[in-house]
């Protein structure tokens, strides 16, 4: 017996990657509704070798659905989430929302798989921001063995973390570079993205951290352990899909590089290509489509007491977003729900 399963936003980016890793994973689907906002009704989307017609999320009544999967903005969230939480259907949010509710669970299932059973308190499950899920990947197994004390982190995230409006800004400016009679002045970003880097991702803060940095830390701590202390800076870079960590790592422990390489290729969801040759490490291009997060450039760090240096690259549509969306739809079942 397989779920009842709700795709809230199925039209964009992340949504449509929902439908297609259900499908991928062969996930125990018995009934699927795919919404969307009344500009998007009507609009076919994919799922497997089926086409589905989206529905108005205005008045979908979520009655009877096990779970919902939500891939909308937090505004939006908020008005429609508690409603199908109310209703009895399990909602597993994408937006930031809820991620910082001490009452909802924030979950990346290779991380903090036990924390699931916190759904019941309001019925709403958080997914982490796609930079943060990447990373604690690989902290986690690290973290279990030394012991984890600081983090710094240095992220090169593409522009679809900033959605189908990112990606269109960066394609028409490198159009528009080699085509001078046009011109394509920033709109989604601060600046021009093409052929550039830009140190600014979400709103800056009183603390000089921007809104992205910040999640990263807080996130981090309720994910691992709130002991842990983390520094990030947050890079929007001219790729399109797949964003890359540089992280350094102190660890209240000696670990050898060969134990920590040894550590992350057993561990659950990670690829590690850790080659000291030309090309023997993995970039943003070569992860696209992939479920894994890759690791590569392990090293000692000798500047600190018990450090390490990584580098870190991930889908950001599937391991940031929809993949880990729906491994907790498939943890939820397996644990909670049990149907399937």
């Known amino acids: 017996m397989g779920y009842r399963v709700v795709i809230v936003g199925a039209t964009g980016n992340v949504g449509r990657e929902m439908l297609n890793i259900l499908a991928e994973r062969q996930f125990p689907v018995d009934e699927l509704a795919v919404l969307a906002s009344r500009r998007s009704l009507g609009t076919d989307v994919s799922f497997g070798d089926k086409t589905l017609k989206t529905k108005d999320l205005d008045t ?189 790592i102190e660890f209240e422990d000696h670990l050898d590089e060969n134990e920590a390489r040894d550590i992350l290729r057993e561990a659950p969801g990670i690829m590690v290509i850790d080659k000291r040759e030309d090309g023997g490490y993995v970039s943003p291009i070569e992860c696209v489509g992939d479920f894994a997060t890759f690791i590569s450039r392990i090293r000692q760090d000798s500047t600190i007491d018990n450090g390490l240096n990584l580098w870190c690259v991930s889908d950001n549509l599937r391991k940031g977003a929809a993949l880990n969306a729906v491994q907790i739809a498939e943890l939820l079942g397996r644990e909670c729900l049990k149907k399937g």
């Open 60 to 248: 979908f009544d979520f009655t009877g659905w096990d779970m919902a999967l939500f891939a909308v903005g937090s505004e939006a969230t908020k008005k429609y989430a508690p409603v199908a939480a109310k209703q009895g259907c399990v909602v597993i949010d994408n937006s930031s929302l809820y991620r910082y509710d001490a009452d909802i669970p924030l979950i990346v299932p290779e991380v903090n798989p036990e924390a699931i059973h916190g759904y019941k308190n309001k019925n709403i499950i958080a997914n982490p921001n796609c930079s943060t899920a990447q990373m604690v990947v690989a902290l986690k197994p690290l973290h279990d063995r030394a012991t984890i004390k600081r983090v710094v982190v240095s992220t090169y995230q593409s522009v679809s973390g900033a959605g189908k409006e990112g990606a269109d800004e960066l394609w028409d400016q490198t159009k528009s570079i080699y085509n001078p009679v046009t011109d394509v002045p920033p709109n989604k970003f601060q600046k021009q993205i093409a052929f550039n880097v830009i140190p600014q991702i979400d709103v800056f803060m009183d603390s000089g951290d921007t809104k992205e940095e910040w999640k990263m830390m807080v996130e981090t701590k309720k994910i691992v352990d709130p002991k842990i202390k983390v520094t990030a800076t947050c890079v929007r870079v001219p790729v399109f899909v797949g964003h890359s960590e540089s992280i350094n």
